[in-house]
């Protein structure tokens, strides 16, 4: 009883520590720094550079003494034969060769035998035999392998600035995605409180008509304006959980977890209205883009450099050592096997002569892969500067977007009003009153779009100028 305690206590505590890593309620700079840890995209670009530093210390080790054991057993099953002559073994050859050279007739008390014809089979060796061998190598100079080193290191740096650029995307993707569900929350309100004054208006227009003192159509008109805004607010719903899901995506959660978003539309937009990042310097050397580009060159140098070496010698060495033993049987395992040792020692030189201009090729091919990756970078400074410069006029337009959408806001709210008294006083029709209700709707989701442009137009400007401190 005491054991399923202490594991359901234990169940417990591990489930409430676990629910604690899923927020329920965030801000949107804790749903930023949440994602860049959390966002699945960013934890793989994280890998990527774990992923090149085990690169870099494998081109290293290549480099490096390497040992390597092989232990080499064989059982002939059926020895092979080899045939040798058989006069190879004549006992009397010796005798039959000096006949050649000396007159032996009066000395033979008896004739030779004739000298055997043919072949012998012969198996050489044992049947059972085993080798036991280490080997050790070990590179004295190869001119690939240096440029290697420098390429692991270029590579190293392309991963990092790789998750930079992707922290970068997270963040202004989470920054669009808060924006995108507080636009929605913002737009239900607003829908919700334009429902309740149609339908007020509506009943009363209702009453007025069933009293004689109006028309059908201003009825009917109301009509069409309210069933108009109900669509819009089932729509707006459905896309309210579509924001929610996104959100969820981009922080690494499950699209299903409830959340609670603690800023509000306006909020945010009054802390991203900043004029002095306008005149932060367009430098696009300091740009994530430009310095991807930049180890993009770096990466085709090393390339020509890799295709020069293969012209250059290349010196290797090793020593190895070993014992081998033979047997009919398998005795290798007993102590009275005899095991004969041997060992080498030797160092080869590699020396590139002749490739009928392959070599060449590949040096030349390298060497135009370089050129283009110069043009590029080039090319990408450039546009950088466009880049800034049109995101500078993106956001400063916001700005004053948002100012001009609060001002026509003010002014259709008022002729809504005046309108609706009119409307009611009898001195207004109600298409007139209908025309001032959509506009008036259309400036309160243009002031809302237009608070949401000046946060994502920020972001954008901070992405481009990679001003900002990630954690």
């Given at each position: 009883?005491?054991?399923?305690?202490?594991?359901?206590?234990?169940?417990?505590?591990?489930?409430t520590?676990?629910?604690?890593?899923?927020?329920?309620?965030?801000?949107?700079?804790?749903?930023?720094?949440?994602?860049?840890?959390?966002?699945?995209?960013?934890?793989?670009?994280?890998?990527?550079?774990?992923?090149?530093?085990?690169?870099k210390?494998?081109?290293?080790?290549?480099?490096?003494p390497?040992?390597?054991?092989?232990?080499?057993?064989?059982?002939?099953l059926?020895?092979?034969?080899?045939?040798?002559?058989?006069s190879?073994?004549?006992?009397?050859?010796?005798?039959?060769?000096?006949?050649?050279?000396?007159d032996?007739?009066?000395?033979?008390?008896q004739?030779?035998?004739?000298?055997?014809?043919?072949?012998?089979?012969?198996?050489?060796?044992?049947?059972q035999?085993?080798?036991?061998?280490?080997?050790?190598?070990?590179?004295?100079?190869?001119g690939?392998?240096?440029?290697?080193?420098?390429?692991?290191?270029?590579?190293?740096?392309?991963?990092?600035?790789?998750?930079?650029?992707?922290?970068?995307?997270?963040?202004?993707?989470?920054?669009?995605?808060?924006?995108?569900?507080?636009?929605?929350?913002?737009?239900?309100?607003?829908?919700?409180?334009?429902?309740?004054?149609?339908?007020?208006?509506?009943?009363?227009?209702?009453?007025?008509?069933?009293?004689?003192?109006?028309?059908?159509?201003?009825?009917?008109?109301?009509?069409?304006?309210?069933?108009?805004?109900?669509?819009?607010?089932?729509?707006?719903?459905?896309?309210?959980?579509?924001?929610?899901?996104?959100?969820?995506?981009?922080?690494?959660?499950?699209?299903?977890?409830?959340?609670?978003?603690?800023?509000?539309?306006?909020?945010?937009?009054?802390?991203?209205?900043?004029l002095?990042?306008?005149?932060?310097?367009?430098?696009?050397?300091?740009?994530?883009?430009?310095?991807i580009?930049q180890?993009?060159?770096?990466?085709?140098?090393?390339?020509?450099?890799?295709?020069k070496?293969?012209?250059?010698?290349?010196?290797?060495?090793?020593?190895?050592?070993?014992?081998?033993?033979?047997?009919?049987?398998?005795?290798?395992?007993?102590?009275?096997?005899?095991?004969?040792?041997?060992?080498?020692?030797?160092?080869?030189?590699?020396?590139?002569?002749?490739?009928s201009?392959?070599?060449?090729?590949?040096?030349?091919?390298?060497?135009?892969?370089?050129?283009?990756?110069q043009?590029?970078?080039?090319?990408?400074?450039?546009?950088?500067?466009?880049?800034?410069?049109?995101?500078?006029?993106?956001y400063q337009?916001?700005?004053?977007?948002?100012?001009?959408?609060?001002?026509?806001?003010?002014?259709?709210?008022?002729?809504?009003?005046?309108?609706?008294?009119?409307?009611?006083?009898?001195?207004?029709?109600?298409?007139?009153?209908?025309?001032a209700?959509?506009?008036?709707?259309?400036?309160?989701?243009?002031?809302?779009?237009?608070?949401?442009?000046?946060?994502?137009?920020?972001?954008?400007?901070?992405?481009?100028?990679?001003?900002?401190?990630?954690?």
């Open positions: 009883m005491k054991k399923t305690f202490v594991f359901i206590l234990g169940f417990i505590v591990f489930q520590g676990f629910s604690q890593e899923t927020p329920t309620s965030l801000s949107l700079q804790e749903a930023i720094d949440y994602a860049l840890k959390y966002n699945r995209t960013a934890i793989n670009a994280a890998r990527d550079i774990d992923a090149a530093e085990q690169q210390w494998e081109t290293t080790a290549s480099g490096l390497q040992v390597s054991a092989s232990i080499d057993y064989q059982n002939n059926k020895q092979q034969v080899s045939l040798l002559p058989a190879a073994f004549d006992p009397f050859s010796s005798i039959r060769q000096l006949e050649d050279y000396y032996l007739e009066n000395l033979q008390t004739p030779l035998p004739d000298e055997p014809e043919g072949f012998l089979p012969i198996v050489f060796g044992t049947k035999s085993m080798t036991a061998f280490a080997t050790l190598n070990q590179k004295i100079f190869d690939s392998y240096l440029v290697g080193l420098q390429s692991a290191k270029v590579f190293l740096e392309i991963s990092k600035n790789a998750k930079v650029k992707t922290d970068l995307e997270v963040r202004k993707a989470v920054i669009e995605a808060y924006g995108n569900v507080l636009l929605a929350e913002e737009s239900i309100q607003i829908l919700k409180r334009n429902i309740e004054v149609l339908e007020k208006n509506l009943f009363e227009t209702q009453k007025i008509y069933e009293n004689g003192l109006g028309e059908e159509e201003s009825v009917e008109q109301l009509q069409i304006t309210l069933s108009g805004v109900q669509s819009n607010l089932n729509n707006v719903e459905r896309l309210k959980t579509l924001a929610y899901q996104m959100l969820n995506i981009n922080l690494g959660l499950d699209i299903y977890n409830d959340l609670v978003l603690t800023d509000n539309l306006e909020t945010l937009t009054a802390e991203n209205i900043s002095a990042i306008l005149e932060v310097e367009n430098n696009p050397e300091s740009t994530i883009d430009y310095l580009a180890n993009d060159t770096k990466a085709k140098e090393l390339m020509v450099k890799l295709e070496s293969k012209a250059l010698p290349t010196l290797n060495a090793f020593i190895n050592g070993g014992y081998s033993g033979f047997s009919d049987e398998f005795t290798f395992a007993d102590r009275s096997q005899d095991w004969f040792g041997s060992s080498l020692f030797g160092v080869s030189l590699d020396i590139p002569i002749f490739s201009g392959m070599r060449s090729a590949s040096t030349q091919r390298a060497k135009i892969n370089l050129e283009k990756a043009t590029e970078l080039t090319e990408t400074e450039q546009r950088i500067k466009l880049q800034i410069a049109s995101a500078k006029s993106d337009f916001a700005i004053e977007d948002y100012e001009n959408k609060k001002e026509n806001l003010a002014l259709a709210e008022r002729i809504e009003t005046k309108n609706q008294t009119k409307f009611f006083e009898g001195i207004g029709s109600s298409f007139e009153l209908r025309q209700q959509t506009q008036l709707y259309t400036a309160q989701q243009e002031l809302l779009q237009a608070m949401l442009d000046v946060i994502n137009t920020k972001a954008a400007l901070e992405t481009a100028l990679n001003t900002i401190t990630l954690n």
